[in-house]
């Protein structure tokens, strides 16, 4: 989710569910000793629960970034050895490090040595020619021993010899039935499945199996499905009644926002799939796309898209 889950997509996202954890984009422990450290680890506190997610593969390089990330506030430090992209690996760290898990090992240690809030790896079954039911098995119980006791696990493999990042999401086929086993297996940890997961029906049906579900792209492409999140897995009331009530209350953080100087668009290009499925939604969006970046933009902008789309009263009561 790099580059999409950043704190004002967060921020959005909070406003459909008090309830769900939130995860930061992956952040590279380069990026955060030698750059930019303070807009990196910038969040709003309104985001709780949230992680931190990090790339790296030193372990004292991470245990120094998993700190900075308490220093912050964060409530989760999560190592990311899942993403599969070209620019990760020559980084030789991401998915590649499925192949290492003593290394990985270390980086938890490192890490939980450094803070006192939870520190969780996000992982893949296996890579190119890994046997998923070896390669998983080895690579979560070398790192439970290292104190690790809660894994995300996509429930692809990783080919990264020959397959484009983005195809990396889809091609491999899924196995929900390994994650399973690996549950079962290993009851005492905890495991949140990922990979695929595109509604909270789907969600409801893995959460019987094991702990948690995590979704990606599906709720960044259709953020709505979120605001049932609370009703639906937790019991609770819904944060927002509607979409367009999601977007009245996100108005104020746009507003001080912009008076810190952010370009609308950065705000804006989280809503675009808002109102998918509804009709007005494809002249939502093109009113956004096409005005969100124009010098100046403000509120109005915003204002004049919600103009177009119109929701039906019965979803607006029920939701």
Known sequence: MMEWTDRH?????????????????????GALIHGPRVRLLAFDQTEHPVALQLGGS??????????MGEEAGYDEINLNIGCPSTRVQKGAFGACLMREPELVGDCVAAMRAAVRIPVTVKCRIGVDDQEPEQSLFGFVDAVARAGCDTFIVHARKALLKGLSPKDNRDVPPLNYDLVYRLKRERPHLTIVINGGVTDLVEARQHIVHVDGAMMGRAAYQSP??????????????SA????HDAIQTYMPYVARELAKGAPLNAMTKHLLG????????????????ENATKPGAGLDVVRSALAFVVEDNAERAAA
Request: hydrophobic fraction near 40%; charged fraction near 30%.
């Open 9 to 29: 997509c967060r921020y959005f996202h909070r406003l459909l569910t008090r309830r769900a954890r939130l995860y930061t984009e992956m952040v590279t422990t």
């Open 58 to 67: 030193e372990p004292q390089d991470l245990a120094q970034c998993a700190r």
């Open 224 to 237: 709505w499905l979120l605001a049932d999140t609370d009703r639906q897995l937790f019991g609770e009331m």
């Open 240 to 243: 927002v009644r509607s979409r």
């Open 274 to 289: 808002l109102f998918n499925g509804l009709p007005g939604a494809r002249a939502f969006r093109r009113h956004l796309s």
